[in-house]
């Protein structure tokens, strides 16, 4: 099936939940992928051949919803995958990143040596809004000495324009 074909598939999936978490917010919801074996094999191997185009060392996927595609991605293509996490959530030594919420902050970690010195990395998540995370995400990539070769999405919310925050390079599968 055509790339073109794959994303359409991709894109009718993803559903569209008003007033969630809170209202006045049109939440982007992925979930209906991923329980449509069809559109979530699309949705892999539109990501898979996205990342082999990059000539990376390592895929890392962010707390929490990276976790569902990176794995798969980084399996695919024979690469180690490496998790950021909230606070607390890793064993042993990490290095941290304090980021910026809406109101207040959280702290991302990332295992020390998980990635090593000149590592070029991609960073995989679901979504894109205000860029904070995926920022800080980079920054944490920056203190192991590595390189974020590029920022991958599913989804971009582009009002929101957290792109402009991204240190990196983004790239995004569909745009609302």
Avoid at 38 to 49: H, V
């Amino acid at each position: 099936m055509e790339d073109k074909n794959k994303l359409d598939r991709v894109k009718a999936r993803i559903d569209a939940i008003p007033d969630f978490p809170k209202p006045g917010i049109l939440f982007r919801d992925i979930f209906p992928v991923l329980s449509d074996h069809g559109a979530f094999s699309d949705l892999i191997d539109l990501m898979t051949s996205h990342v082999k185009s990059l000539s990376v060392d390592v895929v890392i996927g962010l707390d929490a919803r990276g976790f569902l595609l990176g794995p798969i991605i980084a399996q695919n293509l024979q690469l180690p995958f490496v998790p950021i996490r909230k606070k607390g959530k890793l064993p042993g030594k990490t290095i941290q990143v304090e980021y910026k919420l809406e109101y207040g902050s959280d702290i991302f970690e990332l295992q020390v040596d998980s990635v090593k010195e000149g590592q070029r990395t991609v960073i995989v998540d679901d979504l894109l809004a205000t860029g904070g995370t995926m920022s800080a995400a980079c920054q944490l990539v920056t203190k192991a000495n590595a390189t974020t070769v590029e920022c991958l999405v599913v989804i971009e919310l582009k009002d929101l324009d957290g792109r402009s925050k991204v240190p990196s390079k983004v790239h995004s599968l569909v745009e609302y």
